[in-house]
Structure formats: C-alpha cells, structure tokens
C-alpha cells in the first residue's frame, strides 16, 4: 500500500501534500482577519463549530498573496497539535498514489519552497514536490517574530 | 493484557484517592466499621488482581495488610496508631508501585519486609501519629452512585456535535421563520428545540466534577504534616459536592495545597504555645467551597498566629518590593496584600514544608491566569482567611462584545471596570506626544486605541469613540477606545493557534451566534503591545471601590423582568451583584422580608411573601456606598441606557417614573425611595460621616439626582458656571455660592440643636426642603 498524496496547486505549481495529514477539504466562505498576526495567517474562519486558522500558502512561501476577494476559497483542513488549520491553495486536484519514497531535489529550488519540501516523489502523473504542512503552518519564522 | 493493567492501575488510583480521607477517619474512631470495612475492601482487591498480574511484592504487601485488618475485623486486635501508621505505610508503598506500574518503570526499591513487621502487634519502629484529624460527614464510604470511565476526548467530541446541532437548529429556527409558519411545525421545532438545551446542559455537566475529589486527599495531607511538626490540627471539610470544571479542578489543586500548607507551618502554633494563647490545643483549619454566581469561593480558614501586616511591610521595605512612601498610606488590607508580592516570605526560618521558594506570589499568578482572584484577611492572634475566587469553568467566560471597523472582538469581563464615552461629561482625551491620556472624572489614565493597535483604519472620530476602562490582573488601569460597544455574552473559549497567540494580543478564540469567529481580547497583552507602562499595582490612587458614577445623560441601566411581570429598570451603579438564595434564606423578621446572604442579613425588595415560589429566587444587591438591601427579581432582560426623557409618576413610591428603554416603556426603581424605606428606619449612630463633592458623590448621582429631578429642578454638575437657586452637598462640605444651600448628613438624629443638616433618607424633609426653596423663588 503506498502513501495517497493530494494534489493540489500552490502558487500555479501542482505539488503534493501527504493525504494522511489533510482532514477534509473545504470551501471557505467568510475570513475574519487576525489583526497583527503573521503574514501568512490568512484570518479565521469557522468550520461547523471548529475554529480554523486560515494558512495563505503563497504567502508562507513568500511567493505574494492569495486573492481572497471572490469570496469562496478552497482549503484543505490538517490538524497540528490540537489545532486546525486551513490551507488555502488555487486549486485541489486529485489524489495520487505514491511511486517512490521522497527523493532529494538536487537542483536549487526558490526559497520558499526549499524550506517546505520534503523532497520529490514519483506518482503516476510525474514527479511532484512534496510539501510539508507543518512548515507551511509555521510560515516564515523569522517574520512572525517581527 | 494492557488494557487490563491499564484498568487496574485506575481502580487503584481511584481507590487510593478516596481512601486517604477514610484512612485517617479511621485512626479517629477506630470502632467504626464502615472505614475499616473500605480499606479492607482495597488491600483485598489489590491482592487478588496482583495474583492474577503476577505482581509478586505488591501481593506480599496487600496480603498482609489484608490479614492484620481481618483481625482487626474479627475482634482479634485492635487498631491502635502503631496498626494505623503500619496500613498506612503499606498504603503509600502500594500507591508507589502502582505509579511505577503506570509509567511503565521498574519497581521502586525498598525493603517491603520491614513494612510488613511493622504490622505485628507489639511491633516498634513506626512513629505513633501526633495528630488526629477528623472529617466531617460529608465524605461517605462506599455509597458512590455507577460510573464508568470515559476518554475525555471523547466527551469534547459530544460536546462539539452537540454544538453543531446548536448551530444547525439556529439556522432551522432562521429558515422557518423566513417561511409561512405551520403551528404543528412549529410545536415540533419547539420541543426539538428544548430538548437540544437539556441535552448541551447536560453535555457541559460531564465535565463537572464534585469539588470532593479536590478536597478527599487533605485530611491526610494535614495529618502527614502535623506528625511531621508536631502539631495537632483538625481538619473541618464543608461544600465538597460543589461541582467544577474538572480541568479547573487541576489548575487550583496546587495552590490549594500551598495554601494549606503554609497554613500549617506558619498559622496554627504548636500545642504549648496555643494553650499560653489561651486557645484550644488542637488548631481548626476549616476549608469550604460554595457556589455564588458563575463563580466558586473556595476559604481557607485557620485559627492560628494570623499575619502581621506590620512585619510583612517591613519585610516588603527591606526587600525593596515597595518604598518608604506607599508603605506609610497602605490600609491594613493592602498590607496584608503584599504576602502576594514576589520574594516576600514571613516565615522566620524556611522549613522544609513551606517557604521553600514557592511563594505566594506563585499561588496569586496561578490564580489569576485561570482568571481567578485571591484574596486574604488576617487578624493578629486570631487566624488567618484565603478566599480563592475562581470561575466556573474554563471555557465560559463573560464577555463583551466591541467593534473596530466592522469587525468584531470580545475583551473579558472580568478586567473591565467601566465604560464611558470618550465625550462624556467628565471625560476629556488629550494627546501628548502622540500619547493618549484619557482624564475620567480628574483622574489621568493612559489611553490607547483598539484601532491602532491592531492597526486598522476606524471609521468613528475619536471623540464619538467609548473608553473601555480596563484593569489587567495585578496591574494598573488603562482606557481601550472602541468604535462601538455591543453585547454583552457568555462565550465559549478555545484556544487560539500558535500562530496567532503569537502576537501576545489575544486569549483566544470563539464563535458568535451566527457562527463567525471571533477574537477574545488579552488586556494584559493589548497594554503591552500598546506600550502602556503597568507597574506593580498603583496602591495609593485606586479607584473608589463600588459603584460607578453616571456620568451622562445617558445613564447605564439593568433592564428586568419583576416578580409581578412588570418591565423595571434598575440604575447600574446602584447594583452591586446578583445573588441567587434558596427560598428557605428569605423569611419574614422585624416587619419585612429579609433575605440572608452568607453572613448578613438585608432587607428585601421587590416581592411580596406570596410572591415568593419555587426553590430559588434571583436577587440584585443594592449598595449605596454604607447599606444594603437584596431586591428580588425574575429574569434580567439586558443592560441599556435611558436615552429619553423620563415621566415622573405622581406618587412616590417604588417606582419614580417610566421612560422608554429600548423602545419599550419600562419603569424605573426610585432607589433613594428604597432605601429611604428599607433601611431609612434603621439607627446608624457611628456612621461616619461622608464628605464627597456632588459631582462624582454617587449617591447624589445615582439616588438623590431623581427625586430632585421629580421635584422639577434642572440638575447641573457643581463645576457649571449657571447661577444655581440652590446647592445640595454633603454636611461640613464647602459650596460654591447659591441662593440656597441644603446639607445632607447621613445619621438620623441632628447632632445638635444649631445642625440644620437634612437626613439623607428623611424623604419628607428633603422634599419639603425641595419645595421651600422652589416656593421662595415665585
């Protein structure tokens, strides 16, 4: 049995998230805003009676922002530490069975996504990256600090 | 197999809890069976699980313990101390291993055969027990009602569906009201929507647990250290079926102990030094709980040596904790206050009980972080009396609800001390170097604001702005200003993620009715990042403790629901809290109804004795500064402000006139009338005598201002330049100058035959007064 991934897109780049982590996917309909909080803490929104902290990955990558104007967003729900947490992504695609165990990346990725790769893993439909959640919730640490 | 050591090792703990208490009930009264029987219960079953577990050491301990109590059972032996402390040791030996189980590790060491010895009569090396402590008898044996065990994972996961189904029944109620409403639809929706309450109701007691399991292990624990220091004290158990949230229950369970402790070592003396005292050998330490509102008051009362605040002030000095100025104007209270404060210990020597760095200053900040309060009173000789104040539960908090730019935020009760607006009467807000300073009635308080801070664009004009005057646990006041204020909610809490605790901001978070997050406000972490400088807490310039002064037009009130029906009104200031007393507290003495609180006894308003049903009553406790009287009342509708003016009625009477509060008539309770008719009568020869200038004396605000108002004056504050017909103050306080003048004095009899003072509730005589001075003008 080999590791189900999800595919989703981040950024316009199809890359994998372990489906094992991802609760459910969701469409996010209001975002209240968390004022002073790290960038990449989107806001809040309420998922049945759960508190979800929203994760804009484009901005825990720095790779600019997500446009949250047109209202509903898709997001995959993880859970980390007893919190919920959503991710909002451009697109959530399909889920693939994994080919391989994660392989290094050789060549020089952005450094965004250095510090949330887990490395390459082969799938049917090609080679995709596989991010780590937990760094993507943990955004960039030196700019929540500040 | 896991599994069944997992269940042993927790009918072992449990046991083992509720056998602490029982154990040394039994070294009090050796005869009684009852206690003997439940301890032989316990070693007996430990015995024959440990057979089945194959745990050798344990078997041989239970064992014997199990044969020398048979004997005991059957008249062979009787338990003296020796037998007493020789279970006892087994008892604790068994506990040791049964952790060492738990955790997976070896067994502690330890020669088990001399514990078992110790068990034979005649046999020596086990210290004979120094002190008795007795329990009263709330703690029974072995009538415990079925239980079984649940995860409380599990528990949280009914809770959090049982809110769904609030949420989703909200949204029903929404869509059928939207609709052409179908009565048996309706009666069905009803009831769907009764028993989904009964059902959350019931959900949120799972998580309740009797205060008891809290209180179980201290008679030993007291018992343990009288041996240890040679005390005698007895232990006086009361309100362990009070219920609390579990986790709360953990969270108080070490300062509780600390308190106990140092209650221990440091308050009850020695026996000899007792009895030079002229006080009984064998010390009382009384711990009780009760209920009061959505709080829990938990007291620790000792009868020993008690705290002198003196020496704790001088002990504060050389510690530099405060300096040479405060320590000259602090009240006995804010004497003893200082125990709280870090690096303070009176003891004279550290011993190994207490004082060993654990302070009270750590009790204090584990009190005050589950958003509790502390608080002591101590009289030298006489004893000591902690009273911890804590909240329900955990995940309830009453809050209120505020808006910066359409966005919502909740900021606890608990630290808000009032709210003004920024443009009130006696409120001015000034700006120097970009600092705000908010003035409220002559006293400077750093202001910041919401908007700012969270850096968001307000769309209000400062002015139009409310000041939230909120006081931090254990710090300095400050003004929050708001766009807008709304409601006030009883919000369930969770934790935020660390993503956004991270910004020191908020306590956590919540969901609205409609099901929207919102953010709980931290007043500690906004004053921090909004750069207002809290020090220790300001000693000499509190605020007057009590009521709040109305400071506007629109003056606060508390819109309820009488006992005959009626829409009443209430000014807030005059409301001090609101008591719940079982029906059999109310009783008809001396001519009317009075209510007893704890330890007092007030008159009682707004009901009749008819009117007096179930087992319950809800009351307000009014307070003017010197008296108190309880009104009764049904339901509290909501807090408001009188906006509109007010139509006096013709007759005086409980009720002074009616006015229109949110968009209902209500009629609004004469307070001064009240008083004047409750407690009027009453002789107050040693009252002291009250010198405040009208403007910020809130009974003048708050009682006198109707009844002047209802007698047709215009009412100005006493800084207005208007040329004034007459001037209202307290007796020996200065005026400026007017027509005329009336002195109010707060005795009843003059003091003299030249005193021309009015008595502040001779109703007749302040409104002949009124009218003397209105009929000289025409």
Known sequence: MNELLLVVTIAGERVALSAAAVESVVELESLIPVPRAAPHVAGLSALRSRVLTVIDCMRSLELGDTDCSDGIREAAVVELDGHHYALIVDLVEDVVEARSEPLPVRAAMGEGWERVSQGMVETDEGPLLLVDVASLVAGVEAKAAA | MDDLIADFVAECREMLEALGGEIVAWEAQPDDRARLDSIFRFVHTVKGNCGFFDFPRLEALSHAAEDALADVRANRRHADPALVSAVLAIIDRISEMVAAIEAGEEMPGG???????????????VAAPVAAA?????????????????????????????????????????????????VPVDGAFERLSSIIAEMRDAITRTRMQRIENLFVGLPRMVRDLCAELGKQVLVDIEGGDVELDREMIEMIRDPLTHIIRNAVDHGIEKPAERLKAGKREIGVLAVSARQSGNQILIDIHDDGRGIDGKKVVEKALSNGVISKEDATQLSHRDQLALIFEAGLSTAQAVTAISGRGVGMDVVRSNIERIGGIVEVDSKVGEGTRMTLRVPLTLTIIPALTVSIAGQHFAIPRSAIEEIVRANGESVTLEHLGGAGVATIRGRRVPEVSLATILGLDSTVDEQDRRLIVLRPAGGDVYALSVDRIHDHEELVVKPAAPAVMATGLYAGTTLADDGS????????????????????????????????????????????????????????AVVDRIEEVATSNIKKAAGQLRVQLGESILPLAGATASEIAGDKVRLFRLNDGSHEIGYAFAEVVDFATIEHDIIHADQPGEVSGVSLISGEPAELVDAHWLFANHVGAMPQASEQMICRIPRDDTWMQNMLRP???????????????????LAIAAKGEKVAAAAHTIFLRSEPEPAGKK???IYRYDRAGLLMALKSVAGARK
């Open chain 2, 707 to 725: 009844l002047v108002e209802a007698a047709g004056y215009r009412v100005v504050s006493d800084e207005s330049e208007d040329k004034a017909d």
């Open chain 2, 517 to 572: 997050p919102i953010l709980l406000m931290d007043p500690a972490g906004i004053a921090a990042v909004g750069g207002v400088k809290l020090e220790v807490q300001e000693r000499t310039a509190r605020i007057a403790e009590g009521p709040t002064a109305a400071i506007s037009k629109a003056t606060p009130v508390l819109l309820f629901r009488s006992l005959d029906g009626g829409r009443r009104a209430l000014r807030l």
């Open chain 2, 134 to 182: 007795v329990v009263d008898g709330t703690i029974k044996s072995s009538s415990a009602p079925r239980t079984i065990r649940l995860s409380v994972e599990l528990l949280d996961r009914v809770m959090s569906t049982v809110s769904d189904m609030v949420l989703a029944r909200n949204e029903l109620a929404r869509r059928l009201r939207e609709s052409e409403s179908d």
């Open chain 2, 111 to 125: 020669d088990d055969m001399a514990l078992i010895h110790a068990l034979e009569p005649g046999a020596e090396g």
């Open chain 2, 755 to 757: 005193d021309e003072s």
